[in-house]
């Protein structure tokens, strides 16, 4: 099928835009809307909204390490694993659409928080959940939707590893 050919890496990069977009609107809001350090809270104190700066990787790690190992570990290694993730993307043009979501998510978080430390010499972090057995650190969009990749990806490699062993039992069953 010829239209695939075009089909598919338009329906990528509209993904991308769409997921960098996404976080990179609901960061111009907060840095716009959001007072710094107060708390706005949701849902009976479960979600809470706070601005903060994360001048580090996930939950600040990284933070304090010196201005050259910090170029290096948290925008240019990221890059390049996000230039890869983009190639990966149009280069395996048989992945499953679960995989190519997955990716997808994961690239585009990962845009979006390396664009943040670039553009503005941190990440906008806002987003704290508290259900008292599960509480988060304070997060944003761009984390939300590398987790959701990360999810995706184990779940299918869970699910994959189940099927396995069916089909192994099978085929000595024979």
């Given at each position: 099928m ?64 010196s ?30 659409r ?14 979006g ?57 099978e085929?000595q069953?024979?």
């Amino acid at each position: 099928m010829k239209s695939n050919k075009f089909i598919r890496p338009l329906l990528i990069v509209l993904l991308l835009v769409f997921n960098i977009g996404c976080d990179q609107v609901s960061k111009v809001i907060v840095r716009h809307q959001l007072v710094w350090y107060d708390r706005y809270h949701l849902l009976y104190h479960h979600i809470t909204l706070q601005r903060v700066e994360n001048t580090g990787a996930f939950l600040s790690l990284g933070d304090s390490l010196s201005g050259p190992v910090k170029m290096v570990l948290l925008n240019i290694f990221p890059l390049i694993a996000v230039l890869f993730g983009v190639y990966y993307l149009f280069k395996k043009t048989q992945l499953n659409r679960a995989s190519t979501l997955a990716i997808i998510l994961i690239v585009g978080g990962g845009f979006g928080n390396i664009y943040d430390r670039i553009a503005h010499g941190s990440v906008t972090d806002f987003i704290h959940i508290n259900f008292v057995i599960f509480q988060t650190g304070i997060f944003n969009v761009a984390d939300t939707s590398i987790m959701a990749g990360t999810f995706i990806i184990l779940i299918k490699a869970l699910l994959k590893k189940k099927e396995e062993p069916a089909i192994e039992n099978e085929a000595q069953a024979e």
